[in-house]
């Protein structure tokens, strides 16, 4: 059996494939924290313009933010080890793994081809929506609790099979999103939809301790690395978290502080905050000091103008570096003197001190040597 295309259904194809064009399958995307998203879409681009055959030379999917120059998710450090594309043809599909609320974002795909200017964007691309953990609460009627209900802003129309806990063990023939058997403390009571599980709910049993700061990779914190602060408080129900730097300077909203690439403006004081319906509680004060190499070391003379012999003259070796640096002094690249001090002393020169002098900085954590500073001593 021969199929042949209609005239007119010909051109409408042929008019489709002639121009830029991509197809996001779903505009809108709610997920739960924890949670794998994928994101599909289709493309087209002109296979010839002006006898140039096209290629595609690249595509990768990226944030949209107005006025910022989009950036391949698969090099953004926020999503290293949890984006992986899959690409075809006319195709190209972007998963994420472990899903955090910072992912809440509009998703788009862009093509590079071969073609002068031969770039597109596709629009409007994919808003995700990355909501909080499935949560239970109860309430009360009378002086007695009513019911117990598990909720979440990303669950599909039509939802009814759940899974409710009480403690540890899963309490069977509950499936509805409302637990309305008798509940009373100090037992815990927890809801799960589809592998996602909420925090547990303890009735009647209010608590809330002073939260505590947790760092990652004790030890020595090197200028440039990676630094994370955790904020935690048993408490019931769950705290949401503050952090701030001494003097009241709100730095995050978040129960972790991270530090992507930490810098010496970085040293300092921090402390974090749990609240919830009992008050606000403060932790201990936790203290960063970013450790660097000598980035830096020149040589002062004082007094700093025509040296005579029988001057008192000092030579100062001045770097940047934490922990302060250690100092080697050179006449004509020959070492004079090592030591933690970072001047080098005349009493009285002498016609015979003339020469250059540098000065070596150096630290655990790096070593540079200073430009070399001559001294012209003259004769009285």
């Known amino acids: 059996v021969t199929v042949s295309l209609s005239p007119d259904l010909l051109i409408r194809k042929q008019k489709k494939l002639s121009k830029w064009e991509v197809t996001f399958t779903s505009t809108e995307i709610c997920a739960i924290k924890g949670s794998t998203v994928e994101m599909h879409c289709t493309y087209t681009y002109p296979p010839r313009i002006n006898s140039i055959n096209t290629t595609v030379q690249n595509i990768f999917w990226f944030i949209y933010l107005p006025n910022v120059e989009p950036v391949d998710l698969r090099i953004d450090s926020k999503y290293a080890g949890r984006v992986w594309y899959h690409c075809g043809t006319n195709d190209c599909t972007l998963r994420i793994t472990d899903l955090r609320e910072s992912d809440s974002a509009v998703y788009r795909l862009k093509l590079i081809t071969n073609q002068p200017g031969g770039t597109y964007t596709g629009s409007?691309?994919?808003?995700?929506?990355?909501?909080?953990s499935l949560y239970s609460n109860y309430f009360y009627s009378g002086d007695s609790i009513s019911c117990l209900i598990c909720r979440s802003s990303c669950f599909p129309s039509g939802h009814s099979s759940f899974v409710w806990y009480k403690n540890e063990d899963e309490i069977f023939g509950e499936s509805s999103s409302l637990y309305t058997k008798y509940a009373d403390g100090p037992d815990s009571y927890s809801c799960a939809y589809e592998g996602h599980r909420s925090n547990p709910v303890y009735i009647n049993y209010l608590y809330f301790n002073v939260p505590s700061v947790t760092r990652t990779a004790p030890g020595d914190i090197?200028?440039?690395?990676?630094?994370?602060?955790?904020?935690?408080?048993?408490?019931?129900?769950?705290?949401?978290?503050?952090?701030?730097?001494?003097?009241?300077?709100?730095?995050?909203?978040?129960?972790?502080?991270?530090?992507?690439?930490?810098?010496?403006?970085?040293?300092?004081e921090y402390y974090c905050t749990a609240e919830n319906v009992l008050g606000r509680r403060i932790s201990e004060y936790i203290f960063i000091n970013v450790k660097y190499g000598p980035n830096m070391s020149i040589v002062l003379m004082?007094?700093?103008?025509?040296?005579?012999?029988?001057?008192?003259?000092?030579?100062?070796?001045?770097?940047?570096?934490n922990p302060a640096a250690k100092h080697t002094w050179y006449k004509e690249n020959q070492t004079l003197l090592a030591s933690p001090v970072s001047i080098y002393h005349f009493t009285a020169i002498s016609s015979e001190d003339s020469g250059n002098y540098s000065c070596k900085s150096e630290n655990q954590y790096g070593q540079i040597t200073s430009n070399s500073r001559f001294i012209d001593v003259k004769c009285k």
């Open 124 to 132: 409007p691309g994919v808003r995700l929506s990355v909501t909080e």
């Open 222 to 268: 090197i200028k440039g690395s990676l630094v994370s602060l955790t904020c935690s408080s048993e408490a019931n129900p769950l705290p949401k978290y503050s952090w701030y730097r001494k003097a009241q300077t709100l730095v995050s909203k978040e129960k972790q502080l991270f530090f992507q690439s930490i810098q010496p403006s970085d040293s300092g």
């Open 302 to 321: 004082t007094p700093s103008g025509m040296i005579v012999e029988g001057d008192s003259v000092n030579l100062t070796c001045s770097s940047d570096a």
